[in-house]
């Protein structure tokens, strides 16, 4: 473990609340202790952050090199009336084999 550093952190009077509750319920040891455990979540959320925005880029970036025509609006649009059209069509045949 890294040697510790000491700092000084002002809070509002809500999260210094909490945090006198997780110790005093026994969550944790310490107000020191709930920090730090706050500090790994924000720090697990930032990373997962920053992997979903590379993850997006990529995908942005893949789509923007893609070299397969585009599709006109009204196409794609008439493609999707027909996927759903064919989807209530298929739940709709099901149901009635069911009934059957």
């Known amino acids: 473990m890294e040697a510790a550093e000491k700092l000084s952190v002002t809070v509002t009077p809500a999260m210094a609340r909490m945090i006198r509750e997780k110790v005093e319920d026994g969550s944790f040891g310490s107000a020191s202790e709930v920090i730090r455990a706050a500090l790994r ?3 697990r959320e930032e990373e997962e952050h920053a992997e979903r925005m ?12 893609d070299t397969r025509p585009a599709v ?12 759903i059209s ?11 084999r069911r009934r059957s």
């Open 54 to 65: 590379a993850s997006i880029r990529a995908r942005v970036k893949a789509s923007l090199e």
């Open 72 to 83: 006109p609006l009204e196409e794609a649009i008439e493609r999707v009336r027909g996927r």
């Open 86 to 96: 064919r989807l209530a069509r298929d739940k709709d045949d099901s149901a009635s």
């Open 41 to 43: 979540a924000f720090q």
